[in-house]
């Protein structure tokens, strides 16, 4: 089975600063890769995806994230924060060979500072 | 055009009783889910219907039991509730097809075993 790794269950950063969520699954294998978000008491929104093809992808909110296959990576940014992105954010990666099985980290909560 | 739809939102059981938690989706997907969301553990997958008149296991299936009822409808039974089974609940469902990997999620069901 895959594992995913979300490196800091808690991130904090200042309205205006860059957020750097980071994303490590363990496949030698790349699967496909995606985050999303989950605000407060709602179910997950899709904030982007990595199928295939140009390895840096952008999502909605002004996020986006890059694929780095020698690092197993898929870390989460945006140059700017704003109040409206505290939430909590999930990996997740599906195996490329069987779709219906997806693999989330544990999660990182943003706290977004005035 | 709701999407994925489930009930009940919130729900407290006594050790012993049992339930059923109800799914829809109106997007003619194929494939739907049932996930248990666990604080700091991600979201693990109960089970899956791959499509209609199919269903299999996933990650944690013990104490659980689903039925796909037809297209649209996806159930998650708990027979005999356990505190263990104290959890957030959320279906998905996905589109079958190339292209098509993402899941789609509900609301959740909040349940809480006593």
């Known amino acids: 089975a895959q594992s995913v790794t979300q490196l800091g269950s808690h991130v904090s950063v200042s309205e205006g600063a860059l957020v750097l969520l980071r994303c490590n699954y363990s496949?030698?294998?790349?699967?496909?890769l995606f985050w999303y978000v989950q605000y407060p008491n709602q179910g997950l929104q899709l904030l982007l995806k990595?199928?295939?093809?140009?390895?840096l992808v952008k999502g909605i909110n002004g996020f986006e994230a890059e694929f780095k296959k020698s690092e197993t990576s898929f870390h989460l940014t945006k140059p700017s924060a704003h109040m409206s992105d505290a939430a909590e954010y999930f990996c997740?990666?599906?195996?490329?060979?069987?779709?219906?099985?997806?693999?989330f980290g544990s999660g990182t909560k943003l706290n977004v500072k005035p | 055009n709701a999407g994925v739809t489930q009930t009940p939102k919130f729900q407290v059981l006594k050790t012993g009783q049992s339930m059923t938690l109800q799914c829809a989706q109106d997007?003619?997907?194929?494939?739907m889910y049932w996930y248990r969301q666990d604080p700091g553990m991600g979201l693990r997958l109960i089970y899956y219907?791959?499509?209609?008149?199919?269903?299999d296991k996933g990650e944690v299936p013990n104490g659980y039991n689903v039925s796909r009822l037809n297209k649209r409808e996806f159930s998650l039974r708990l027979e005999s509730a356990a505190p263990s089974q104290t959890s957030v609940y959320f279906c998905?469902?996905?589109?079958?097809?190339?292209?098509?990997?993402?899941?789609?999620f509900g609301p959740g069901t909040r349940l809480t075993v006593t």
């Open positions: 990595y199928t295939t093809g140009a390895t």
């Open positions: 219907s791959a499509s209609e008149g199919t269903t």
């Open positions: 997007m003619n997907h194929n494939s």
């Open positions: 997740a990666v599906s195996d490329r060979n069987n779709f219906n099985k997806f693999y």
């Open positions: 998905a469902s996905r589109e079958q097809g190339v292209g098509s990997y993402e899941q789609y």
């Open positions: 496949s030698s294998v790349p699967p496909y």
